[in-house]
């Protein structure tokens, strides 16, 4: 909440500064501090994406053991996120971000002298829960920030960052190790990370109330279970691309694939604003059929890319339509998920989206990790259409849900 106190409990932990008085200041100091530290963060998290896998392999390490070392960050990831949200009410703000920002930074440094892949597993592990800690602490700092009038104005900047983050940072990740090795990529991911702590310690933080500490409420929302599914599906392909692209252009001969996430992050840029707008003004069906769909193409295209003569050219046409898809799947499914839930349990609604988003590349990533062991990465890609198809399906029969007409809130 900025300089505020937040002693008045009655719009819950994520009452903004406004307190429903009218329109106040969106692009406050604090404001712009936790959009800046979101992308920092995010920068330095995801430049290891695509690049870890690749490490594991120089460690030795095979194909399902690479799945394993990502899945088992994503898993600690959501064990800890529920945790990290009932701490943050109870502690404050401030010292569950900058505890996990720490534990973040460490164990990024400490990569550089891990000989093992067993050690690398242990690392990661303790990565996931600097990581799910810090940034389920981001997210409520924000929402902390923003005049409650402009929350979904506020919220969708702040998620552009983070988007903006997740789809450069994985081609810088391997510029720099194709250009000077692992312990450029792991100082610089560190470095971003102490950039992050720098910002952290001058945003005013918003103390928990005394209600708020003595409070027992559940920690996932209920309400959110469903879209919170399909995202899970989503992100399951989202996993077989992070995790294993690198490796399988490697396979294809392609020496740097960086260009493909350069791609998507131009169509997901392009691609969020215009279906965010869509979905508010037509409802959900008109954005989320086609981007499950162009999903699934997508799945598809990765797939065929081995058998093509120009396998380049298909895996960038692949990365246009998937950045496409998912600009148009993700911020809907996340709207969903907080459309009917009160002010003061968005924060559990959208812990338990995230928890869903990060299981379903955890788990993703170590089921296709086996997968291309066992049959190969064209196979995997073949694989990974089995969850966008699910996706399509469930949403069509028993997700499916209608925008109220004028309301806000649809980008989340």
């Known amino acids: 909440m900025g300089e505020n106190t937040g002693k008045n409990s009655g719009e819950g932990a994520g009452e903004g ?49 690479a799945g394993l070392v990502m899945g088992i960050f994503a898993i600690s990831a959501v064990l800890i996120r529920p945790f990290a949200g009932r701490a943050i009410d109870v502690f404050g703000r401030k010292v569950i971000f900058l505890s996990g920002l720490t534990i973040f930074f460490v164990s990024v440094l400490a990569y550089n002298w891990l000989p093992t892949v067993l050690l690398l597993i242990l690392f990661r592990l303790i990565h996931g829960f600097g990581w799910g800690a810090s940034s389920t602490a981001a997210g409520t700092i924000a929402a902390d920030t923003i005049p409650r009038p402009r929350l979904t104005e506020g919220m969708g900047y702040y998620g552009i960052a983070s988007d903006i983050a997740m789809a450069l940072a994985p081609a810088y990740g391997l510029f720099l190790i194709g250009s000077y090795g692992f312990p450029a990529l792991f100082f610089s991911s560190g470095a971003a990370t102490l950039l992050a702590i720098i910002l952290a310690c001058f945003i005013t933080y918003r103390e928990a109330s005394q209600t708020e500490r003595g409070s027992r409420t559940a920690f996932f929302e209920k309400a959110a279970f469903r879209p919170s599914l399909l995202m899970f599906f989503v992100t399951m392909t989202f996993g077989a691309i992070v995790s294993f692209l690198a490796l399988y252009a490697s396979h294809l001969g392609i020496s740097n694939i960086g260009i493909f996430f350069t791609f998507y992050a131009v169509a997901l840029m392009l691609s969020r604003p215009l279906f965010g707008r869509l979905a508010d003004r037509r409802g959900f069906d008109i954005v989320l059929v086609p981007g499950m769909l162009a999903i699934l193409l997508a799945m598809f295209l990765l797939y065929r890319a081995q058998a093509s003569s120009q396998p380049l050219l298909i895996l960038l046409v692949a990365a246009v339509i998937y950045g496409f898809g998912f600009g148009a799947v993700q911020p809907s499914l996340q709207a969903m998920a907080v459309l009917d839930v009160p002010f003061n349990r968005r924060g ?65």
Request: no cysteine.
């Open 17 to 65: 500064p406004a307190q429903g008085v009218g329109p106040k200041e969106l692009w406050t100091k604090n404001f712009i501090l936790i959009v800046l530290a979101n992308f920092i963060i995010f920068f330095g998290f995801q430049m290891l994406m695509p690049t870890i896998p690749v490490y594991t392999e120089k460690l030795g390490g095979s194909q399902s053991e």
């Open 348 to 412: 559990a609604a959208n812990g338990t989206f995230y928890s869903a988003f990060d299981l379903g590349i955890g788990l993703g990533s170590g089921i296709w990790g086996v997968v291309a062991d066992v049959w190969g990465f064209s196979a995997m890609y073949l694989g990974a259409t089995v969850p966008a198809f699910l996706a399509l399906v469930f949403y069509l029969f028993m997700g499916r849900r209608k925008a109220p007409e004028g309301r806000d809130g649809r980008r989340g």
